[in-house]
C-alpha cells in the first residue's frame, strides 16, 4: 500500500486516482503527525510526501520516519511545487527521501518511479522476511543442538550411576561412549573386555545381532583387570530405533558371577541328592515287589492294595529322581543319547500303551491322527519314548475337565512331526517359550497342579540332541498343542 501525505485534499484525490488506475492500494494522511501515526500501525511499500505542509514539513516528517525501526527503511519520494533548487533537493536526500519530484508533475515518470520503488521495496520485504525466517531457523537448530546434547549428557550421567558395566554404539557398531566400569574389564573403550577362551566372541555375536536387527543377550566370562579373573556377566545390547532405523545401540554388561556361583552349588547339591536317593530306593522297590510277588494268590486281601499302592508312590518317586538326575546330567554335559534305527510307531504305541496303564480311571482317550508309517528313524528309543510320555501325561494333568487328546503324525521329505494336543487349562501366549525353562511352571497353574518344572527342559534338551525341534501352540482355557520335529536322516 502506498501512502500519500499532503495537506491538500485535492492533491491527495487527483494521485488516489492516478495510482489507484495502476492498481495500487493507497491510504492518505493530511499532516505529518497523522502520517506517522499511520505508518507506526499500517504497512506501507512507499509514501509519497508533499513537501510543504503546516506544521510539520515534509522534511521533518522524513526525519522523523528516519528515527523509527518501523518506518525508516520505507521509500520515500518528495513532491515538491517550490523547493525546486538544489539545496531543498539536497536537504530532500539527506533527511532520507530516495527520490524527489517536483510539480507540476509529468504522471508518466511519477509512475515509473513509483513502479521501480514499490518492487524494489516488496523485493526487499520479502527478503528480510526470508532472511528473519533463515534466522529463525538457525536459532532453532542451535537450541535443539544444545537440548540434544543436554539430553545426550543426562543419558551418559545415568549410565554412569548404573551399577552395571554401561556402553553405547553408533548404527556401525562402533563403541562411541563407556562408563567408569568398562575400565575395570578393559583398557580402552574401542576393545570388547577379553572374554574366556571356552566362552563366545563378543564382536562376532554382536556382529550377528547387528545383522539380523535383533537385541543379543548372551551369558560370557569376562576378564576382570586387577585380579586377572573371569567373572560371569550377562550382556545385553539393545538397538535404539528412530522412524524404524537403528540410531545407535546401548550395551550392559551385568554381574552374575555369585548368581552363577550358587546355581552350581544347587546343581552340585541336586546331583548328590538324586544319587544318593537313588540306591534306598531302588532296595525299597525290590522288597515291595518281593512282598507283591508273597501276596500273589491274596488279589482281595487289603496288603495287596496297599503294597500296589506303594509301588505306584515309588514309581512316582522314582521318575522324579531320574528327572533330577537328567537335570544333573544336562548340566554337566552328560546326557548321552544313543541312536539306532527304530519304528517309530513302536515308540509312539509303547508310549501311549504306558500312559494307559499308569491312569487309574480308563475315561482317557487318546486319539490317533496322521498317517501310521512304519519308518525307521534314526533315534535313542527310551528318550524319545521319554518326551512323548512327558507331552502326554502333561496332557491329562493340565485337562481336569477334558479327557480327550489327539496324537498327530506328519511326515515330509526331510522330517517327522508328532504333536499331542489337549483340551485343558492352555498357557497365556507370552509365557509359551518359557515353559521349556528350567524349573519354568506357569504361576497361574502351579499352585492346582503338582510339578517341579524340568520335564519338558529335560525334552527340549533330549530333542537338541537329536537335532529337532520342539515347540508349543496354546490358547488360554482352550487348550495346547506340545510338538517336537525329528530329521529322517
Ligand atoms: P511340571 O508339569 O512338572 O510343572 P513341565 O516342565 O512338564 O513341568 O511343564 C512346565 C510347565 O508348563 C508346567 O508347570 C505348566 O505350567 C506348563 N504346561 C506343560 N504342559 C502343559 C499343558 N499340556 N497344558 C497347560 N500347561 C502346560
Redesign the pocket.
Known amino acids: 500500500m502506498i501512502l500519500i501525505v499532503d495537506d491538500n485534499k485535492n492533491n491527495i484525490y487527483s494521485l488516489k486516482r492516478l495510482l489507484e488506475s495502476h492498481n495500487f492500494k493507497t491510504d492518505a494522511a493530511e499532516s505529518g503527525e497523522e502520517a506517522l501515526g499511520k505508518a507506526l500501525k499500517n504497512n506501507y511499500s512507499l509514501i509519497i510526501l508533499d513537501v510543504q505542509m503546516p506544521g510539520m514539513d515534509g522534511f521533518e516528517v522524513a526525519e522523523t520516519f528516519a528515527g523509527y525501526s518501523k518506518t525508516k527503511d520505507i521509500p520515500i519520494i518528495f513532491l515538491s511545487a517550490v523547493n525546486t533548487e538544489k539545496q531543498f533537493i539536497t536537504k530532500g536526500y539527506a533527511s532520507g527521501g530516495i527520490d524527489y519530484v517536483t510539480k507540476p508533475i509529468d504522471t508518466d515518470i511519477l509512475m515509473l518511479k513509483v513502479k521501480t520503488f514499490y518492487n524494489l521495496q516488496e523485493n526487499n520485504l520479502a527478503l528480510k522476511k526470508y532472511q528473519k525466517n533463515l534466522q529463525l531457523e538457525v536459532e532453532g537448530r542451535r537450541e535443539s543442538q544444545v537440548v540434544m546434547k543436554t539430553e545426550i549428557d543426562h543419558f551418559h550421567q545415568m549410565l554412569e550411576a548404573l551399577p552395571q558395566i554401561a556402553f553405547t554404539l553408533d548404527k556401525n557398531g562402533v563403541v562411541n561412549f563407556v562408563n567408569a566400569k568398562w575400565y575395570d574389564y578393559s583398557h580402552s573403550k574401542t576393545q570388547f573386555p577379553e572374554t574366556h577362551p571356552d566362552d563366545k566372541s563378543i564382536a562376532k555375536e554382536f556382529e550377528k545381532s547387528q545383522q539380523n536387527h535383533q537385541p543379543l543377550e548372551l551369558e560370557i566370562r569376562i576378564k576382570h583387570l586387577k585380579s586377572e579373573k573371569f567373572k560371569y556377566h550377562l550382556l545385553r545390547t539393545t538397538p535404539v530405533l528412530e522412524n524404524g532405523n537403528i540410531k545407535n545401540w546401548v550395551g550392559t554388561f551385568t554381574d552374575i558371577n555369585d548368581q552363577k556361583k550358587v546355581e552350581k552349588e544347587k546343581d552340585e547339591f541336586l546331583s548328590i541328592a538324586s544319587h544318593e536317593l537313588k540306591t534306598p530306593l531302588t532296595s525299597i522297590k525290590a522288597y515291595v515287589q518281593l512282598m507283591d510277588k508273597k501276596l500273589k494268590y491274596d488279589i482281595n486281601s487289603p496288603e495287596k492294595s496297599y503294597v500296589n499302592k506303594v509301588l505306584t508312590q515309588i514309581e512316582k518317586l522314582n521318575s522324579l529322581i531320574t528327572d533330577l538326575l537328567d537335570i544333573s546330567k544336562i548340566e554337566n554335559g552328560k546326557l548321552k543319547i544313543n541312536k539306532k534305527p527304530t519304528n517309530i510307531e513302536t515308540v509312539i504305541q509303547n508310549s501311549i500303551d504306558a500312559i494307559l496303564q499308569t491312569q487309574t480311571s480308563n475315561k482317557i482317550n487318546i486319539e490317533r491322527h496322521g498317517t501310521k508309517q512304519d519308518i525307521f528313524i534314526p533315534l535313542d528309543e527310551i528318550r524319545i519314548e521319554q518326551v512323548l510320555i512327558?507331552f502326554l501325561s502333561?496332557?491329562i494333568?493340565?485337562?481336569p475337565n477334558n479327557n480327550n487328546i489327539i496324537l498327530t503324525t506328519f511326515v515330509d521329505e526331510d522330517n517327522i512331526r508328532i504333536s499331542v494336543t489337549?483340551f485343558?487349562?492352555?498357557?497365556p501366549e507370552y509365557k509359551q517359550a518359557k515353559?521349556f525353562q528350567k524349573f519354568?511352571?506357569?504361576e497361574e497353574?502351579?499352585v492346582q497342579?503338582q510339578?517341579?518344572?524340568?520335564?519338558?527342559?529335560i525334552c527340549s534338551e533330549i530333542i537338541a540332541l537329536h537335532n529337532g525341534t520342539i515347540g508349543v501352540s496354546?490358547e488360554n482355557s482352550q487348550g495346547?498343542t506340545?510338538y517336537f520335529t525329528l530329521p529322517l536322516n
Open positions: 512327558n502333561n496332557a494333568k493340565y485337562s489337549d485343558g487349562i492352555g498357557i515353559v519354568y511352571r506357569v497353574s502351579s497342579f510339578g517341579l518344572g524340568i520335564g519338558l527342559f496354546s495346547s506340545f
